[in-house]
């Protein structure tokens, strides 16, 4: 399981031009779900993400998490996060796990992220979305369950 995760001021999630969710300071994590993932894979990223000091404190090091700010975390399905490209100019997708099985995994995600209290938002899985943030820093941060 990959998650891409970004320190944001604000974000917001839009489907066919309908606002879906729209969040304030926080992390905005694109979540890719992969083929063997167990609920192993989930309970490490759940945990990392939300204890991971990336935000300032008042010496303006990265030493708080977002449980810490109080911010909030807009989760969006990120089936591209499983391309390999290693091979052509074509990216591959056999990694990323079948959709259902993949919706579940996400949703298994978000339902464990949400018990630690955090506002919790998301996407809509499987459609397009129209992805608007403001990335704070920048900080954008690449985690794999697996390495």
Do not use: W
Not at 42 to 49: N, P, W
Not at 83 to 88: N, P, Q
């Amino acid at each position: 399981m990959k998650a891409l995760i970004q320190r944001i001021s604000k974000a917001k999630v839009t489907v066919n031009g309908n606002a879906v969710s729209n969040i304030g300071k926080g992390l905005l994590v694109f979540l890719g779900v992969e083929k063997e993932d167990t609920d192993r894979d989930i309970d490490y990223l759940m945990k990392k993400i939300s204890q991971l000091r990336i935000f300032e404190d008042e010496q303006q090091k990265m030493n708080l998490s977002v449980q810490d700010v109080k911010g909030d975390i807009l989760v969006v399905s990120q089936l591209t996060l499983s391309a390999e490209c290693r091979k052509g100019n074509r990216p591959s997708f056999d990694k990323a796990e079948e959709p259902e099985k993949a919706k579940t995994f996400y949703q298994k995600f978000i339902d464990r992220l949400a018990e630690s209290g955090l506002h919790i938002a998301t996407g809509e899985f499987g459609s397009h979305m129209m992805i608007h943030l403001v990335n704070d820093g920048p900080v954008t941060i690449m985690l794999d369950s697996r390495l």
